[in-house]
C-alpha cells in the first residue's frame, strides 16, 4: 500500500472497493479518494446508487445522461463497476476484487454481507491484508443493530436533535446530516488506523463504524456539563448555541 516516493497523496497505491450507497459511505470514499486511494463503486445491477436519480440533475461529461447532482458530487475521482453479488459470478467477480484490494466499505445493514455469502469472515480469509470497514447506524451489535434508520433517527436517538432550535420551540432539524457526515469522517479514520497497524502487522482487519455512535461523540460538550452539574442543557440556551 506504500505510495510511490513521486506521489503528493498520501493513499496513492491504495485500492478501496465501495460498496455503499448515498451520502454516507459514498462521503467517507469521497475523502480517500481524493487523498489519492484508488476507488472503485461496485454497484448493482437493477439502478445502482440511489442518488443517480435524486433531483436536481447534472451531466458528468456534455453529451452523457443526467444523474443526481448528489450522486456526481461524492463519486467524482471514483471509477465504477457493475456486479449482482445475489448471482454466483457477481460473488466470484467480488472475490476477484477483493484479492487485489486494500480496503472495502459497506454500508448494509448487520447480516446483509454475510447473507449474501461474502461477509467479513469470507472476504478476510480470501485476503487476510483487507481492511473491512461496516458503516451502519446503530453498529454491529446492540438493541437497534438490525434497526433500519436515518440521520434524522440518528441524532434523535441519541441527543444531537434535541440540542438545536430555541428553548420556546420545538427542536430544529439542522440543516446538514450529522449523523451521515461524521459517522463518514470516524469510518475514514477508522479505515486509516487500520491500514497503518496493517504496516505493522502486516494484517488488515475489521473497523466498525457508527453513525449513531459518531454523532453522540458530538454531545461530548453538553454531557461532560451535565456530569458536573447534574443540570441538563437547555435546547437554545448554552453559552454556545444561545
Known amino acids: 500500500m506504500s505510495a510511490p516516493p513521486s506521489s503528493p497523496y498520501p493513499l496513492a497505491g491504495v485500492r478501496v472497493l465501495d460498496l455503499t450507497r448515498l451520502l454516507p459511505g459514498g462521503f467517507c470514499t469521497l475523502i480517500l479518494a481524493d487523498m489519492g486511494a484508488d476507488v472503485v463503486k461496485i454497484e448493482d445491477p437493477h439502478g445502482g446508487d440511489y442518488s443517480r436519480t435524486m433531483p436536481p440533475f447534472t451531466r458528468l461529461t456534455p453529451d452523457g445522461p443526467p444523474v443526481g447532482a448528489v450522486y456526481a458530487a461524492l463519486n467524482r475521482g471514483k471509477r465504477s463497476v457493475v456486479l449482482d453479488l445475489k448471482s454466483d459470478a457477481g460473488r466470484a467477480a467480488l472475490l476477484d476484487l477483493v484479492a487485489v484490494a486494500d480496503v472495502l466499505v459497506e454500508g448494509f445493514r448487520p447480516g446483509v454481507m454475510d447473507r449474501l455469502g461474502v461477509g467479513a469472515a469470507t472476504l478476510l480469509a480470501h485476503n487476510p491484508r483487507l481492511v473491512y470497514c461496516a458503516l451502519t447506524g446503530y453498529g454491529q451489535t446492540g438493541p437497534l443493530a438490525a434497526a433500519t434508520g436515518h440521520d434524522l433517527n440518528y441524532i434523535g436517538t441519541v441527543g444531537v436533535l434535541d440540542l438545536n432550535g430555541r428553548p420556546d420551540q420545538a427542536p430544529a432539524i ?62 437554545g440556551s448554552h453559552i454556545l448555541s444561545g
Open 174 to 235: 439542522p440543516g446538514v446530516q450529522v449523523a451521515d457526515l461524521s459517522g463518514a469522517l470516524v469510518a475514514t479514520l477508522g479505515i486509516v488506523m487500520a491500514l497503518y497497524r496493517r504496516t505493522v502487522t502486516g494484517r488488515g482487519g475489521g473497523v466498525d463504524a457508527s453513525m449513531a455512535e459518531a454523532a453522540f461523540a458530538l454531545t461530548s460538550l453538553p454531557w461532560s456539563e451535565w456530569a458536573a452539574t447534574r443540570q441538563p442543557v437547555a435546547r
